[in-house]
């Protein structure tokens, strides 16, 4: 189990029942979707304004997002001394000083990073499908009524990849990453600068306060120099981005497609 990342809501059941089972997971992460449904439940129970929940609820998430193990332990510090300080929020920080301070690295990005794992809401999604649509959203006991449902759940999702695969039917998400994908390839080498060959670069966005530093992330490991479910260009997990204006978090593939059309561009010249 030493490459099996365990993604779960809160509860310790699942956790506990996998380690049982498959043994311990080299990564145990929370799903962020729980732990933001969490955060507003308790935050709309705690004294105070609609600003001041607000103002509490974005710098949780402000949190959450720090790429950096030091700043994050930082901030934390100061956002836990504040609430402590404030009558109105004592509650809710004793609540997430026992929660969720006391142990960052399940939902924080700075300790999740190279994982690729942000939330398991396809699986809940899967889940909902068989339980209310191919189980009449009733509790099933009966082994063979469930392996049934199994079946039938299979073979819908057999025959939706058919029609995906064979008439071209594109989700959202995967438009999105194409899109991306052929903004990188198109960058211009101008907006590339190479600060360590083939290991470091900077690239600016299309906006003047848009910067994004890429590295080749070597210490992430892969079977394969391809992606085929992302890049047919690019092993995107190869390489890290930090992003210095938070205002764009999903391009990664257009970045480093960038860097890497530069760089070929190099070599050829």
Not at 15 to 26: M, Q, Y
Not at 88 to 108: D, I, N, V
Not at 167 to 183: A, E, F, Q, Y
Request: glycine share 4%; net charge positive.
């Amino acid at each position: 189990m030493c490459d099996v990342v365990l993604m779960t809501d809160d509860a310790e059941v699942h956790s506990n029942a996998w380690t049982i089972v498959r043994g311990e997971p080299a990564h145990r992460l929370l799903c962020t979707w729980h732990v933001d449904r969490a955060w507003r439940k308790n935050i709309s129970e705690m004294k105070g304004d609609a600003l001041m929940k607000a103002t509490v609820y974005k710098t949780l998430l402000a949190l959450m997002y720090i790429a950096d193990k030091e700043i994050f332990q930082q901030k934390l510090t100061e956002f836990l001394d504040n609430a402590e300080e404030d009558d109105k929020m004592q509650k809710f920080a004793a609540y997430f000083s026992k929660e969720y301070a006391c142990r960052p690295h399940l939902w924080t990005l700075c300790h999740c990073l190279g994982l690729h794992v942000h939330h398991n809401m396809h699986l809940v999604a899967l889940h909902h499908i068989l339980k209310h649509v191919h189980m009449g959203g009733r509790n099933v006991k009966r082994m063979d009524r469930c392996i049934h449902a199994l079946l039938r759940l299979m073979r819908s999702k057999m025959d939706d990849r058919l029609l995906k695969v064979n008439m071209g039917k594109w989700t959202r998400h995967l438009l999105g990453i194409r899109s991306r994908h052929k903004k990188g390839v198109s960058c211009a080498s101008g907006l590339v600068t190479v600060v360590q060959t083939d290991m470091q670069y900077a690239v600016r966005g299309t906006k003047p306060t848009d910067l994004y530093l890429v590295e080749n992330n070597e210490s992430v490991p892969h079977s394969t120099q391809l992606c085929p479910l992302r890049c047919y260009n690019t092993a995107l997990e190869c390489f890290n981005v930090t992003h210095f204006c938070q205002s764009e978090r999903k391009m990664n593939c257009t970045v480093i497609n960038g860097c890497n059309a530069s760089s070929e561009k190099n070599y050829t010249d």
